[in-house]
């Protein structure tokens, strides 16, 4: 463990220590069970500001950073529930009177609905993670028809024999590709499995461009008409 999460871990102990004593010092004539049950109360409230420190909510390993968009849900769900927490404890307590079962309930109402809250957050962060692999998921494929790209541009540029208009139409398809977004739709997913494949076709045709020159003129083509079909779909 290291020397700052030991003396968090003192600065917790500690900060517990003083509410503790402050409660029992400064009891007056409230009953044990109701003292209990506001030291538990204040114990909650003050260790859930310390929870980010011992148990961090955002994780530096985790790229997705799930948790960020709902950091301040969580933190604005604390403040809600500390400060409803602290005006029972008074009202109960200073202003009225209250017997313990109602105060019980009372607090466990506010302890369920702080906790829902929290609950919601975390839904709401995976739901976060969700939309970041489906993301994650639309780029590779997008990925792969550079790739594919990629590697018949470095294939064509090894054969010097190649017509002009052949070698510039698939430079400018491969400069052309920056244009298309990721989309999760399965129209987008057959149109870049069509494109990943007709690429491949042509690298594997182009090895004897005067026999297969028909069957690249037609692949090509369909290279063209697959782009510019894939370039119009974008996501919701």
Partial sequence: MSGKKIFTWVLLLFGEALIIASFIIFRGNIQDNILT????????????????????????SDKTQRRVG???????ITWVYFILAIALMVCANIIWSFSFPYQVIAHCILIFVFLMG??????????VHDVYNQQIKNLSRLIEMKKAMRILRDKMY???DLPEDFVKRITSMEENLRFISPADTQEAFNLESS??????????AISNFSMNKEQIEHDLKKLERTYQNRKTIYSN
């Fill in 195 to 204: 494109f990943i494949e007709t690429t491949n076709s042509i690298g594997f």
């Fill in 158 to 160: 090894s054969m010097s």
């Fill in 70 to 76: 709902s950091f301040g849900v969580r933190w604005f």
């Fill in 118 to 127: 929290i609950l919601g957050a975390i839904h709401s962060s995976d739901k």
């Fill in 37 to 60: 049950l506001n030291i538990i109360v204040s114990s909650v409230i003050y260790c859930s500001f310390f929870v980010d420190i011992l148990v961090p909510w955002i994780k530096t």
